[in-house]
Nanobody, 124 residues
Framework: QVQLVESGGGLVQAGGSLRLSCAAS????????MGWFRQAPGKEREFVAG????????NYADSVKGRFIISRDNAKNTVYLQMNSLKREDTAVYYC?????????????????WGQGTQVTVSS
């Protein structure tokens, strides 16, 4: 079992930055690809960013490309999401998850372990 705890969310003005953390416990995630997703009120959960187990490869949703950076520290069993130039439409609950199935990192069904989420609110 893997437990994931997200932190770092909060209220920020448009144009500001936040850094989310996802700390894993129970088992090492160093051999697992990881992803960040988000869900805004009344909307489906959507993919934000993914990173391979070694950190060599990353991918992003078009809506955050160039603004968000996913990274990981396997020694700390933690994944990060640096969010810059935040927009109101980035407001959502952000979740990290462990990818357990081989396939598109954008597909939520390829992930099994999910955190409880951290709220990000961007004001204008």
């Amino acid at each position: 079992q893997v437990q994931l705890v997200e932190s770092g969310g909060g209220l920020v003005q448009a144009g500001g930055s936040l850094r989310l953390s996802c700390a894993a416990s129970g088992r090492s995630i160093s051999t697992r690809d990881m992803g960040w997703f988000r869900q805004a009120p009344g909307k489906e959960r959507e993919f934000v960013a993914g990173i391979t187990w070694g950190g060599r490869n990353t991918n992003y949703a078009d809506s955050v490309k160039g603004r968000f950076i996913i990274s990981r520290d396997n020694a700390k069993n933690t994944v990060y999401l640096q969010m810059n130039s935040l927009k109101r439409e980035d407001t959502a609950v952000y979740y990290c998850a462990v990818q357990i199935l081989v396939g598109a990192p954008e597909a939520a069904y390829n992930y099994h372990y999910w955190g409880q989420g951290t709220q990000v609110t961007v004001s204008s």
